[in-house]
């Protein structure tokens, strides 16, 4: 009871009322057009005072209604009013102006139709409340015949004043169902009539993972360059101060080592973002490459008394540039992570042979020389870039020695 009560009376169905009288308010110019064409057909001197020819102007008037909702804009003024009034999703109806022949023609029958039940409704809920009253407080005139208008036939008889409040809560109840169950049928409706074509959420479910995709590019870019150097200047900020007395030669490369880094760390995150926020960042600092770059990374993370060892094969810097540059982000998260979160000396090998680029990073296990603990999303970062590149990679321990290895093809994914 509860339930049917709800699906009747509740908030919805009260908007969803509201919504048909809104399309009955609209439909009210085209009845006087239909009706104004109507008029010389039957010789009627005012077509309104006659139900059968006031559902004849309704009839000639929808057909206009379709015609004037081919405008763009008559889809985002419905869709909002759908979505305020008749409690559905945010995502489901567009806003955008019907532009296509089948936009426009899926607007024009929705709106056929929100005026026609709007109508209907609208002209019941006129007319039945006050039908339903009268038939309510007939049992107040005790006497037939004390009624405004004398009643006759069935209407006259005694049995009539008991079941006329009955029918009259019957009529109310009823139009209750019906503005419900043209309410819901809008709703069912909107979405196909209104809402995104396939089409439509297919290219918005791209434009949706393309914006991902950057936003997880960017988290990368940001999470190897800026953190990269922020273990670099820690551990380099450490020696200088161990031997701050002892070696000042030592201290000053460190602290010399910490200015490379920093400013170099600026350029890189200033072509980051620039690519990012304009799709190419000219002016910018280039991203950097395994061949151009090595050199320095390597010499940067022995600035802070770290023990690198490095062999690179033939070749093994003479790359297309993406790869060279993703190649260059693996070593850099790879010498990192190892650094941080292992023991030293570190090993580096960079070879290639046989169409591939392989890079393989060791170090002995053992405390974390940072004093924290591991994290494991520069492990996950590389695996992406690999992915990317159609390569494969493999982290773990094996005999008390943490190794990275990955394999690329030179040519980027097939």
């Known amino acids: ?11 919805r169905a009260r908007r969803r009322w509201i919504h048909l009288v809104l399309g009955g308010a609209l439909a009210m110019p085209y009845v006087l057009v239909g009706s104004v064409v109507l008029g010389p057909f039957t010789g009627a001197d005012d077509v309104l005072t006659s139900l059968p020819l006031q559902l004849c102007s309704f009839a000639v008037g929808l057909p206009v209604a379709a015609v004037t909702s081919l405008f763009p ?19 489901s109806l567009s806003r955008e102006p019907a532009r296509t ?9 929705w709106f056929t139709l929100h005026l026609g039940l709007g109508g209907i409704v609208s002209g019941m809920s006129l007319a039945v409340p006050p039908f339903a009253v009268v038939l309510s407080v007939l049992p107040l005139f005790t006497d037939p015949g004390d009624t405004p208008v004398p009643l006759t036939g069935h209407l006259g008889r005694a049995w009539a ?24 049928l809008l709703a ?24 991902l995709a950057v936003r997880g590019r ?31 030669g030592f201290a000053r490369e460190a602290l010399a080592a910490i200015e490379d880094t920093t400013r170099r760390t600026v350029g890189e995150l200033d072509a980051v973002l620039g690519l990012l926020r304009d799709g190419d960042a000219p002016g910018t600092a280039p991203a950097p490459t395994l061949a151009a770059d090595l050199d320095g990374l390597l010499r940067r993370t022995r600035a802070g008394g770290r023990q690198v060892t490095a062999a690179v094969g033939t070749g ?5 540039p993406l790869v060279s540059r993703e190649a260059y982000r693996i070593v850099q998260e790879g010498l990192s992570n190892a650094l941080r979160h292992a023991g030293e000396p570190v090993g580096l090998r960079i070879a290639a042979a046989d169409g591939h680029l392989e890079i393989t990073v060791e170090n002995p296990l053992g405390p974390s020389p940072s004093g924290r603990p591991g994290g494991g999303h520069g492990l996950r970062g590389i695996a992406d870039r690999v992915r ?15 190794r990275l290895h990955v394999r690329l093809p030179v040519r980027g994914p097939g």
């Open 1 to 11: 009871m509860t339930k049917t009560w709800r699906l009747l009376f509740g908030g």
């Open 73 to 91: 804009l008559t889809r985002p003024l419905e869709s909002g009013a759908a979505l305020a009034l008749c409690g559905l999703g945010t995502d």
């Open 101 to 109: 022949p089948g936009e426009r023609g899926r607007t024009a029958a």
């Open 161 to 184: 004043s008991v079941l006329c409040p009955l029918a009259g809560a019957a009529v109310l109840a009823a139009l209750a169902a019906c503005a419900a169950g043209c309410g819901a």
């Open 188 to 211: 069912r409706w909107a979405p196909a009539l209104l809402g995104p074509t396939p089409a439509d959420r297919l290219a918005e479910a791209e434009a949706r993972a393309a914006e």
């Open 218 to 248: 960017l988290a990368r870019e940001l999470h190897d360059s800026v953190g990269h150097a922020l273990s670099a200047v820690t551990l380099q900020a450490s020696a200088a101060r161990r031997v701050l007395d002892t070696d000042p």
């Open 316 to 320: 093994a810097t003479d790359l297309p």
């Open 388 to 402: 990317l590149l159609g390569g494969t990679s493999q982290a773990g321990a094996s005999g008390g020695t943490w």
